[in-house]
């Protein structure tokens, strides 16, 4: 089992800087890819970037350039920074751990960026 917890959401003008954090724990050796997702009101579930464990990164054409992410071994903490940020980045970000048999979910943190 996975556990995923996420944090750092909240209110952004657009144009700012906003760091989520996701904090994973329990079979964290198991873990093969974490990344986030997003969904926005009345929109489904979008894909925004992801790393595997052997390093290589993978970002959706929507946020390239603006968007990167990071991890932190030591905390075994995957982070998504965010900058430039628009209204179309509105949404609740979670996260994810993906492993041989399933994905795993975390509760979600909610971004806003107000105009």
């Known amino acids: 089992q996975v556990q995923l917890v996420e944090s750092g959401g909240g209110l952004v003008q657009a144009g700012g800087s906003l760091r989520i954090s996701c904090a994973a724990s329990?079979?964290?050796?198991?873990?093969?890819?974490m990344g986030w997702y997003r969904q926005a009101p009345g929109k489904q579930r979008e894909w925004v970037a992801s790393f595997t464990t052997a390093g290589s990164t993978n970002y959706a054409n929507s946020v390239k350039g603006r968007i990167s992410i990071s991890r932190d071994n030591a905390r075994n903490t995957v982070y998504l920074q965010m900058n430039s940020l628009n209204t179309e980045d509105t949404a609740v970000y979670y996260c994810?751990?993906?492993?041989?048999?399933?994905?795993?979910w975390g509760q979600g943190t909610q971004v806003t960026v107000s105009s």
């Open positions: 994810y751990a993906a492993t041989m048999t399933r994905m795993y």
């Open positions: 329990g079979s964290i050796a198991s873990i093969n890819a």
